[in-house]
Structure formats: C-alpha cells, structure tokens
C-alpha cells in the first residue's frame, strides 16, 4: 500500500489549501484514513479521521476550518482547509490503517508528508 499526498504549500492567513491523498495497492475495505501533522520541535498529531462507514472526527483547533472527505472511488482522500492560521504550519502526513476483518490487527501505512506554511 502506497500513500501520495499534495496539494500543500505557502498560504496567507485566511487563505484555503486542499491537501489529496492518493491511495494504490490497497484490497482491504474496512479501514480508517487520517491526516496528521507535525510542526517543528513538536509531536506529531492527528487533524482529521474519516472511516470505511464515512464516520469522521476532527481535533479541536480545527473544527468548522477543515473538512475531510473521500472521492467517489475510495482511492482519494482530500482535506479541505479553510481559514488557515500561522499555527496551521506544519508538516501534514495522510495515514491509512486497515484489516481484513474487525476480528484482524490493523495495518498502518504512511505517506512521506507535505509541507504546509501560513505566513504573511
């Protein structure tokens, strides 16, 4: 299973960025995706959880700025982010987990990150 992201780069304050995961090689259909992110000489932390029964969550300093979503073929996931702020600054990575079966271990894969800058 492989794991592209893109879509990041420099946005004013206020501007909007929409962040895609591409997903290949995966056969599995029970699975959660997820967009973390990772500042400078800080732990990395989830932003955004979308699950296989479309069920989502989100980190409170993101609520009503960002939105997670899916594409119609199950292979792309987008996080769109609205009313960016400096804090927003960081290294944005897409992970999936999966399984066969609920009754199996979960897999996680990452993709290798996309750098995301709101500045002035």
């Known amino acids: 299973v492989q794991l592209v992201e893109s879509g990041g780069g420099l946005v004013h304050p206020g501007g909007s960025l929409n962040l895609s995961c591409e997903v290949t090689?995966?056969?599995?259909?029970?699975?959660?995706m997820g967009w973390y992110r990772q500042a400078p000489g800080k732990e990395r932390e989830s932003v955004a959880t979308?699950?296989?029964?479309?069920?989502?969550t989100y980190a409170d300093s993101v609520k009503g700025r960002f939105t997670i979503s899916r594409g119609n073929d199950k292979n792309t996931v987008w996080l769109q982010m609205n009313s960016l702020k400096p804090e927003d600054t960081a290294v944005y990575y897409c992970?999936?987990?999966?399984?066969?079966?609920?009754?199996?271990?979960?897999?996680?894969?990452w993709g290798q990150g996309t750098q995301v800058t709101v500045s002035s």
């Open positions: 090689g995966s056969t599995f259909n029970l699975y959660v």
């Open positions: 992970k999936r987990s999966e399984a066969q079966f609920y009754t199996r271990p979960f897999v996680h894969y």
């Open positions: 979308l699950t296989s029964g479309l069920l989502t």
